[in-house]
């Protein structure tokens, strides 16, 4: 499975984006996906990350209630639907797929290249 992040691009605080993570193969519905994000010199985090079939999520706290992230087995799409953004929320954002979700980069595969998000003050 590869799969590649999009969508990112520069928006003022308070604004939104919708991230998508593309994927080829068709495994693709067997796994969970994780969003996770990476600012200059510090480590990736764990963003939020959706079960195989989209019945269960889960979010990083201080995301909780602003992002949204969701799944269309069809199209082979992960989305990460980002609202009420805040400056620090720039980053690199990645997707990565896993069997069991975890916040632990390391439990993640097949990550792809990431998307800028950039949250202007």
């Known amino acids: 499975v590869q799969l590649q992040a999009s969508g990112g691009g520069l928006v003022q605080a308070g604004g939104s984006l919708r991230l998508s993570c593309a994927a080829s193969?068709?495994?693709?519905?067997?796994?969970?996906v994780g969003w996770f994000r990476q600012t200059p010199g510090k480590e990736r985090e764990f963003v939020a990350a959706?079960?195989?079939?989209?019945?269960?999520?889960y979010y990083k706290d201080s995301v909780k209630g602003r992002f949204t992230i969701s799944r269309d087995n069809a199209k082979n799409t992960v989305y990460l639907q980002m609202n009420s953004l805040k400056p620090e929320d720039t980053a690199v954002y990645y997707c990565?797929?896993?069997?069991?979700?975890?916040?632990?980069?390391?439990?993640?595969?097949?990550w792809g290249q990431g998307t800028l998000v950039t949250v202007s003050s």
């Open positions: 990565a797929r896993t069997r069991w979700i975890s916040e632990v980069p390391s439990s993640y595969a097949d």
């Open positions: 959706i079960t195989w079939s989209g019945g269960s999520t």
């Open positions: 193969g068709r495994t693709f519905r067997n796994y969970a």
